[in-house]
Nanobody, 115 residues
Framework: QVQLVESGGGLVQPGGSLRLSCAASTSFFSIYIMGWYRQAPGKEREWVADITGGGATTYGDSVKGRFTMSRDNAKKMVYLQMNSLRPEDTAVYFC?????????WGQGTLVTVSS
């Protein structure tokens, strides 16, 4: 079991930026594929981005070119840099860790994009 704790959410104006962080509690962090997901009010959870242990990233079409995911294996952290934020990016953002058929979720952090 991996404990995941997200932070960095908040209120931001359209066009602004935020950086989300996710801290993981595991001695084997580098083997996990880490992901960010989000869930807007009344909608299903949506995949945002993934990063492998080696740092290869993939992004959902709705965030490609605006969001950047990174990780620091030594610190057991992943980050999501979100730029050019839009009202439709408003959601609870969840950190996800996957390895060997297991999936772990954080509790989420709320991002609100509004003027």
């Amino acid at each position: 079991q991996v404990q995941l704790v997200e932070s960095g959410g908040g209120l931001v104006q359209p066009g602004g930026s935020l950086r989300l962080s996710c801290a993981a509690s595991t001695s084997f962090f580098s083997i996990y594929i880490m992901g960010w997901y989000r869930q807007a009010p009344g909608k299903e959870r949506e995949w945002v981005a993934d990063i492998t242990g080696g740092g290869a990233t993939t992004y959902g079409d709705s965030v490609k070119g605006r969001f950047t995911m990174s990780r620091d294996n030594a610190k057991k952290m992943v980050y999501l840099q979100m730029n050019s934020l839009r009202p439709e990016d408003t959601a609870v953002y969840f950190c996800n860790a996957r390895a060997s058929g297991t999936t772990n979720w954080g509790q989420g952090t709320l991002v609100t994009v509004s003027s």
